[in-house]
Every structure is written in structure tokens, then in C-alpha cells.
């Protein structure tokens, strides 16, 4: 508060500034070399006229008889051609910085886009966990796939049946009962086809023809049936 009563505006906040673009610097200096170069070659152009002049009027001069004309236009001559030699190393030094600043803006841009690149590399590195994640992850993948054939390997395994699977020797036994038993039944079904022969009874003494006497078929027994199947095979 001052004498008056009235107090002291207070100042402005100081208005921060945009911080400075490289990019738009290096472009910008960039074109300003370009122009400078531009305006100096056309400067070269025109002192390269004046030169031209004053050689044409030094000649005319020398063949008028004015020497002293003529060593007046020789001295401007060789001012201007001073002044050439001077803006001509002027453009060769522009001419210099602007290819070191457009391979300067072109490495800068590569490296954005290295700097960029390693980023986002960075970041897809820490989204998969890490080389050493993803490590145990083809580990993981590389057990699992080792469980599945095991897994597979041990379901397609014949496994014994208890009850069921018995020795070897008491299946080879069993197995020859059967085919005996087969054979037994394809004995059984052979018909031998023997009959008995007619029994012939003596005639009586009698002076008529003994009358025909007819032979009684023998039925065999189960017992017969089976001894004559079994000597028929024998004879085979």
C-alpha cells in the first residue's frame, strides 16, 4: 500500500515460452542459406557484366589513344573481380553449412525414428514380460507338449486285465482243448455209410422152394458208432 491508499497493482505473471523447435530452426536456417545463396549468385551475375563492361571500354579507350581511360577502367575491373573472388568464397562457405545443416535435419529425423523405434521395442519387451518370460514361456510350452505324447503314450499301452489274462502255458492248453474239441465235432458229423450184411439162415430139407427170407437191419449203439468213426479216421 502507497501513501495515497491505493495499493500496488500486482505485476503479471511472466508468460512462459514455447521452447524452441529444432526441427523449425534447422528448416528455417536452412531456407535462409538457400536465399543468401540465391542472392550472392545473382550478385556474381551482375558484377560478371560489370566486368565485361569495363574490358570492352578499356579496349575502346586503348584504341582511342586515352591510356588513362583506359587503366581506369583495368583498376575497376580488378576491383570488381576482387569483390567476385570475395562473395564467391562467401557462397562456398553458405553453400558448405547448408549441406552440413540438411545432413545435420537428416540425422536428426533418423534419429527421432531410432529413438522411437527403441521405445516402442522397449514397451512390447516389458508387455511380454521380458526375455527371461519369455523363456519359460517356450519351456512352458515345450513340457507341455512333452506331457501330451506321454500322456498319449500311456493311454494307447495294453494293460492287463486281471480275471482275464493268464498264463501262457495254461492258454496254449486251453487252446489245444478247443481244437480237440473241434475235431471231436467234425468226427461226429462224418457218415460212414456201413450197413450190416443180410444174415442167411440154412433151408430146412424140405422138398418146396425155401421161401426169401428178408435180413433184419442191426441199429448201432452209441459206443459202436463212435469206435468205427474213430478207426475210419485211423484208416484215412
Not at 503479471?12 to 535462409?32: L, R, S, W, Y
Amino acid at each position: 500500500m502507497n501513501l495515497f491508499g491505493r495499493k500496488k497493482a500486482d505485476a503479471p505473471p511472466p508468460v512462459p515460452q514455447a521452447a524452441p523447435d529444432p526441427a523449425g530452426n534447422a528448416q528455417g536456417a536452412i531456407t535462409k542459406v538457400r536465399d543468401m545463396i540465391e542472392t550472392i549468385e545473382k550478385r556474381e551475375q551482375h558484377i560478371g557484366r560489370k566486368i565485361d563492361t569495363e574490358v570492352q571500354n578499356a579496349k575502346k579507350f586503348s584504341a582511342a589513344g586515352k591510356k588513362r581511360e583506359a587503366l581506369q577502367c583495368i583498376k575497376r575491373k580488378k576491383m570488381y573481380e576482387k569483390q567476385l573472388d570475395q562473395i564467391s568464397n562467401t557462397k562456398m562457405t553458405l553453400e558448405n553449412q547448408q549441406m552440413t545443416l540438411e545432413s545435420m535435419n537428416l540425422n536428426r529425423e533418423a534419429f527421432n525414428a531410432q529413438k522411437l523405434a527403441a521405445q516402442s521395442m522397449q514397451a512390447q519387451t516389458k508387455a511380454m514380460g521380458g526375455v527371461d518370460a519369455v523363456d519359460e514361456a517356450m519351456d512352458a510350452v515345450e513340457d507341455g507338449l512333452q506331457d501330451a505324447e506321454e500322456i498319449a503314450e500311456a493311454l494307447g499301452r495294453q494293460v492287463n486285465m486281471p480275471g482275464v489274462d493268464a498264463d501262457e502255458d495254461d492258454l496254449l492248453a486251453e487252446l489245444e482243448g478247443l481244437e480237440a474239441d473241434d475235431l471231436s465235432s467234425q468226427l461226429g458229423a462224418v457218415d460212414l455209410g456201413v450197413e450190416d450184411a443180410p444174415i442167411s439162415m440154412p433151408s430146412a430139407p424140405v422138398s418146396y422152394p425155401a421161401a426169401p427170407t428178408t435180413a433184419a437191419k442191426k441199429e448201432m449203439t452209441a459206443e459202436e458208432k463212435e469206435l468205427a468213426e474213430l478207426e475210419a479216421s485211423m484208416a484215412m
